[in-house]
């Protein structure tokens, strides 16, 4: 995105460490994009192109909520969303004049600027889009509404139709935080979306998130299945009501706990799957609460199965709160935000040590993902669906996560393959 808002005359190259070891490039500008679990490495970056005198920019979420610490590993910090401020960093910085701080106001998404999809590595299985920004939601553990703000902002349909034509790849991630947002309006928009996908002939298989009251809007569903969605990633968190109190999950309290399997059976009823995610190591939870989820995860709808131990992420209430009751575990920052990855605990637990916990998340883990419950898992899936695809997709997001349980480091099997000689 960050390459599509600047101007033509700049050679830009992307260097994306999930593929190609880093070596040094001489440039004019660095800029890097900074996560919490990667922040450490992006001062490490950031410090070898300083000692030579070439000025480096941060930005991205983790900068915007650490500023002053970030600051001290760059010449710029760039604060929020950059596209209201990147074509004025680019003037300062060609006329020597580039400031410490600049910040980005959250803006209408008209007009957005195409991402340079060209940069990617081609090894990618997917490409992503974003149609919408901002949450009015405020869960305990998440920092969307902190750094995209709380108005739920759309894109133009026509726009987002005319981007999606121009992607080569036939599969698509929709990466907002909630496709159909939160009011009948927002919902009729993605119909508008899923109807102009069809009407233009577009053939992708796609996934998006959304919110659990998908699963009541029957429109909605017969859309999304028509324009291709194969899978929809879901905030479950948990299936016990005083957990989702604690997680500020207002959605899933409002439906209830003992909805969830309907809202599965509805969502499947079209063809499509449920990627169901699931937080543990909630103050709340004992060893036998998280060995529940687990097996809650195993024998409900879901299709496939995320489980992440609850993370204190910067900008977050969880770790504000946490930090203040001194129950973060890792404190010698920035190195120890490498540890703050959703597979590690980073905080002390009320019902257990943290050593349990992360004993208790292993157990679950190989439970979870155990090559039995893997491959049955697809076939109640199919089942279900009816849809190879839909049982395709989950499987494959089952497998990438069992690799990660088992330590595999070759590379994921190839599903689709494995699965036409199945089906």
């Not at 390459?3 to 830009?12: K, R």
């Not at 490490?44 to 005198?53: C, F, N, Q, S, T």
């Not at 910040?103 to 990617?120: I, K, M, Q, V």
Request: aromatic residues 10%; negative net charge.
């Amino acid at each position: 995105m960050i390459a599509g808002l600047t101007p033509d005359y700049w050679d830009i190259e992307l260097i994306d460490e999930n593929f190609d070891a880093f070596e040094y490039r001489d440039a004019d500008l660095v800029g890097i994009t900074v996560l919490t679990s990667a922040a450490y490495r992006a001062y490490e970056i950031a410090d070898i192109y300083r000692k030579k005198g070439i000025k480096v920019i941060l930005g991205g979420i983790h900068v915007s909520m650490m500023v002053d610490e970030a600051e001290q590993y760059a010449d710029t910090v760039v604060i929020g969303e950059a596209e209201g401020v990147w074509n004025t960093v680019i003037d300062d910085f060609t006329n020597n004049r580039l400031k410490k701080r600049y910040y980005g106001e959250l803006s209408e998404l008209n007009h957005s600027a195409t991402p340079r999809r060209d940069l990617f590595h081609k090894s990618y299985s997917y490409a992503n889009i974003q149609t919408t920004r901002g949450c009015p939601m405020s869960c305990d553990f998440c920092s969307v509404h902190t750094f995209n703000g709380s108005k739920y902002r759309q894109r133009p349909v026509n726009e987002v139709l005319d981007e999606i034509e121009t992607i080569e790849n036939d599969k698509l991630f929709i990466i907002d935080d909630n496709l159909i947002g939160y009011t009948k309006q927002s919902a009729e928009r993605a119909v508008e979306l899923f109807k102009g996908m069809i009407n233009r002939g577009i053939k992708k298989d796609w996934y998006c998130q959304a919110s659990l009251n998908i699963a009541d809007n029957e429109e909605v569903l017969k859309y999304a299945a028509e324009s291709g969605c194969r899978m929809i990633l879901i905030g479950i968190e948990s299936e016990k009501i005083d957990q989702l109190q604690e997680t500020n999950k207002k959605m899933n309290i409002k439906i209830g706990i003992d909805h969830y399997e309907e809202a599965f059976q509805k969502i499947h009823k079209h063809g499509i799957s449920v990627l169901g995610a699931l937080v543990f190591g909630l103050d709340s939870d004992s060893k036998e609460d998280i060995q529940n989820r687990a097996r809650f995860a195993i024998d409900s709808g879901i299709d496939a199965m995320q489980a992440t131990i609850v993370t204190p992420l910067p900008g977050t209430s969880l770790f504000k709160r946490l930090e203040k009751e001194d129950r973060l575990l890792y404190t010698n920052f920035p190195k120890d935000w490498e540890r703050y990855h959703f597979h590690e605990v980073s905080h002390k637990p009320i019902k257990m040590t943290s050593d349990e916990l992360m004993v208790a998340m292993d157990e679950c883990w190989s439970t979870m993902w155990d090559a039995k419950t893997v491959y049955r898992k697809m076939l109640k899936t199919l089942k279900q669906t009816k849809n190879a695809k839909a049982a395709t997709w989950a499987f494959a997001s089952n497998t990438e996560r069992h690799n990660l349980a088992f330590g595999k480091k070759k590379k994921a099997m190839d599903i689709e393959k494995l699965l036409k000689g199945m089906i």
